[in-house]
């Protein structure tokens, strides 16, 4: 998942109908405002004049990629992994996915426990049906309304299909968050949020964990993830807890490398995540 184009293939299979539209050469979707922000991959970057969307792309910057190989080189020569050197050197600066609406992402996070990304991305087609549609003159090729609001989302929660528990939960988050005894957000302290999350019932480790890595923490490692556990072991990493101990501050790439291992004959972008009771 190098640069834009592996964060554009991070995407595909998880746009929403309507909301967004993932194409070869970039991305288009609905965000509050309402407006449609474009972004245009050329290479390994991508382009756009809206300040939300970049942060999908671009959430460190190369140059702390590189510090974050950099470390996982050494904490794998320290250890004596050479399948993880290898990892890094063929397919150097792994991107890290952010987001551009961090109400949305957390909706997203709880949605997507312990399910496939295709189930994920249908549910949320569900919920995104609650969202205001564009104004005509910004309606283009599958973009078509924005999103739901917190307070639609707690409103029509009970679209969704499967654990009553599940919804439940997306309802809670959407509450709070609506009434603003929760501020997630960009600019938000993630200990804080986090620990607020969690308090919620319904919300655990795996969820608050994603929502921080796709608001840039650099520093997320979800030990309990399936994939992450096989992905470790593919590499050669027998005592996961520990070998992170060496890659403090950059266990957001330790985590993507794993994910990545995890399912080698596909891209990053179509593996399946979910929490270790899948």
Do not use: N
């Amino acid at each position: 998942m190098t640069g834009a184009p592996g964060i554009l293939a991070w995407l595909r299979p998880r746009a929403v109908p309507g909301v967004e539209v993932v194409e070869p050469d970039g991305y288009r979707r609905a965000l509050p405002g309402p407006r449609v922000a474009t972004a245009t991959v050329e290479g390994d970057t991508a382009s756009t004049a809206d300040a939300d969307l970049a942060r999908v792309f671009d959430i460190h910057g190369a140059d702390a990629r590189r510090e974050a190989d950099a470390r996982l080189t050494w904490a794998a020569a320290r250890h004596g992994l050479p399948a993880l050197a290898e990892a890094v050197a063929a397919s150097p600066a792994l991107a890290q996915p952010g987001c551009a609406d961090a109400h949305e992402m957390l909706v997203r996070a709880i949605v997507g426990q312990q399910i496939s990304v295709v189930a994920a991305t249908q549910q949320l087609a569900l919920l995104a049906a609650l969202g205001d549609a564009l104004p005509a003159p910004l309606v283009a090729d599958g973009v078509e309304r924005c999103f739901p609001t917190m307070a639609q989302v707690a409103d029509g929660a009970d679209v969704l299909r499967g654990p009553a528990a599940k919804t439940a939960a997306v309802r809670r988050a959407a509450e709070a968050v609506a009434t603003g005894a929760i501020d997630v957000s960009p600019a938000s302290d993630l200990e804080v949020v986090r620990a607020q999350l969690l308090e919620l019932k319904g919300i655990g480790p795996w969820t608050v964990g994603y929502l921080s890595l796709r608001l840039g923490d650099p520093d997320v490692l979800l030990l309990g993830d399936v994939a992450v556990r096989k992905g470790a072991r593919l590499l050669g990493i027998d005592d996961l807890a520990g070998f992170a101990a060496d890659c403090a501050g950059h266990r957001s790439a330790l985590m993507l490398r794993c994910w990545a291992a995890s399912a080698p004959a596909a891209p990053p972008a179509a593996q399946r995540f979910s929490a270790a009771s899948r």
